[in-house]
C-alpha cells in the first residue's frame, strides 16, 4: 500500500443493527436497512456523541450507515456528506450468506470469493476514504461499516477480526506502535 492512514484522530461509528447482522449474515454492499433496534442504537449513539466538538459527519452511502449518521446529525445539527469509498465491501457470491471461517480466511488474505473485493483493496480503498474525510474540518466522525473498520484496524496496528458492535460510537487516536481506540462513555 502506498496511501498511509493520516495521523489525525476521529471519531468512528459503524451503523446500527440489521436483520441480517442479528442473523450474522453477511451484507456487503446489499443495501440492508436498520431494524427497529438499529434506529434504536443509532438514537443512543447520538446522544453518546454530544458535546464532543464533532465539527464534520462523513458517511457510506448505503442507506444503514447514511440512516445511523442522519440520527447523529439530526442531534448535532450538522449535516452529513457522503462518501462512496466508505462503502462497505463487495463479498460477492457470499453476500447473504452466514459468517463462517470464509469470512476469517478472507480478513486474512488466504480467500477472496468469486466477485468480491480482497481484504488488501478494501484496507487501501478505506485509507484513501479516511484521508478525504479528515481533511474537512475536524473533529470528524465517520460513520460506516464492520469490515471496513477491520481494514482500518490493519492499517492502525490493531487485530484486524474483532467485531465492532453496532452504534458504539470510538474515539480513534494515533500512537506508535498501534492507534487507540476508546469507546465513547
Same mark, same amino acid.
Given at each position: 500500500?502506498?496511501?498511509?492512514?493520516?495521523?489525525?484522530?476521529?471519531?468512528?461509528?459503524?451503523?446500527?443493527? %440489521?436483520?441480517?447482522? !442479528?442473523?450474522?449474515?453477511?451484507?456487503?454492499?446489499?443495501?440492508?436497512? /436498520?431494524?427497529?433496534?438499529?434506529?434504536?442504537?443509532?438514537?443512543?449513539?447520538?446522544?453518546?456523541?454530544?458535546?464532543?466538538?464533532?465539527?464534520?459527519?462523513?458517511?457510506?452511502?448505503?442507506?444503514?450507515?447514511?440512516? %445511523?449518521?442522519? !440520527?447523529?446529525?439530526?442531534? /448535532?445539527?450538522?449535516?452529513?456528506?457522503?462518501?462512496?469509498?466508505?462503502?462497505?465491501?463487495?463479498?460477492?457470491?457470499?453476500?447473504?450468506?452466514?459468517?463462517?471461517?470464509?469470512?476469517?480466511?478472507?480478513?486474512?488474505?488466504?480467500?477472496?470469493?468469486?466477485?468480491?473485493? %480482497?481484504?488488501?483493496?478494501?484496507?487501501?480503498?478505506?485509507?484513501?476514504?479516511?484521508?478525504?474525510?479528515? !481533511?474537512?474540518?475536524?473533529?470528524?466522525?465517520?460513520?460506516?461499516?464492520? !469490515? /471496513?473498520?477491520?481494514?482500518?484496524?490493519?492499517?492502525?496496528? /490493531?487485530?484486524?477480526?474483532?467485531?465492532?458492535?453496532?452504534? %458504539?460510537?470510538?474515539?480513534?487516536?494515533?500512537?506508535?506502535?498501534?492507534?487507540?481506540?476508546?469507546?465513547?462513555?
Amino acid at each position: 500500500m502506498s496511501e498511509k492512514l493520516a495521523a489525525t484522530p476521529f471519531w468512528f461509528l459503524r451503523h446500527g443493527e %440489521t436483520d441480517w447482522n !442479528a442473523q450474522y449474515l453477511s451484507q456487503g454492499n446489499v443495501d440492508i436497512p /436498520l431494524n427497529a433496534k438499529g434506529v434504536a442504537q443509532a438514537e443512543a449513539a447520538a446522544q453518546r456523541l454530544r458535546n464532543r466538538g464533532i465539527a464534520s459527519i462523513v458517511a457510506s452511502p448505503l442507506s444503514r450507515a447514511r440512516d %445511523t449518521a442522519d !440520527a447523529v446529525a439530526a442531534v /448535532l445539527g450538522r449535516e452529513v456528506m457522503l462518501d462512496e469509498g466508505l462503502r462497505e465491501v463487495s463479498f460477492g457470491v457470499m453476500e447473504g450468506q452466514v459468517m463462517s471461517t470464509w469470512f476469517d480466511d478472507w480478513v486474512a488474505g488466504r480467500f477472496t470469493p468469486e466477485g468480491a473485493e %480482497t481484504f488488501l483493496s478494501l484496507r487501501a480503498r478505506a485509507v484513501s476514504a479516511i484521508n478525504r474525510a479528515l !481533511a474537512k474540518p475536524a473533529p470528524v466522525l465517520v460513520v460506516a461499516h464492520g !469490515a /471496513l473498520f477491520r481494514a482500518l484496524r490493519a492499517e492502525m496496528g /490493531l487485530e484486524p477480526n474483532i467485531r465492532t458492535p453496532n452504534a %458504539t460510537p470510538y474515539w480513534c487516536e494515533p500512537a506508535t506502535p498501534a492507534w487507540s481506540l476508546v469507546e465513547a462513555s
